[in-house]
């Protein structure tokens, strides 16, 4: 069992940055990628950016490439994801997930999910 903790959530203006952290805890060993995903309201999911955790590959949709910047700190247990530049179509629910595989370029096979956190982007 892995347990994901996201923090970092809040309310920005356009242009502005927030930096978003992930936490696991539990079998921590069976990670092998991690992944931030986002939800706006009456949107489906989508998946914003990916790593694999022990060799540090990333993976990007395209809406963000150049602005999110997904990191990690293995000695912490915890992925990052710097957003600069925030627009207020990046406003959603973001949520971590772990993958016990690593297809960077697939957002399938996620197992276990945090609870999120709420980024609000306004103009």
């Known amino acids: 069992q892995v347990h994901v903790v996201e923090s970092g959530g809040g309310s920005v203006q356009a242009g502005g940055s927030l930096k978003l952290s992930c936490v696991a805890y539990g079998n921590i060993y069976s990670i092998v990628c991690m992944g931030w995903f986002r939800q706006a309201p009456g949107k489906e999911r989508e998946g914003v950016a990916a790593i694999y955790v022990d060799v540090g590959s990333t993976y990007y949709d395209d809406s963000v490439k150049g602005r999110f910047t997904i990191s990690r700190d293995n000695a912490k247990n915890t992925v990052y994801l710097q957003m600069n530049s925030l627009k207020p179509e990046d406003t959603a629910m973001y949520y971590c997930?772990?993958?016990?595989?690593?297809?960077?370029?697939?957002?399938?096979?996620?197992?276990?999910w945090g609870q999120g956190t709420q980024v609000t982007v306004s103009s």
């Open positions: 997930a772990t993958r016990s595989f690593c297809v960077l370029e697939s957002w399938t096979g996620y197992g276990y």
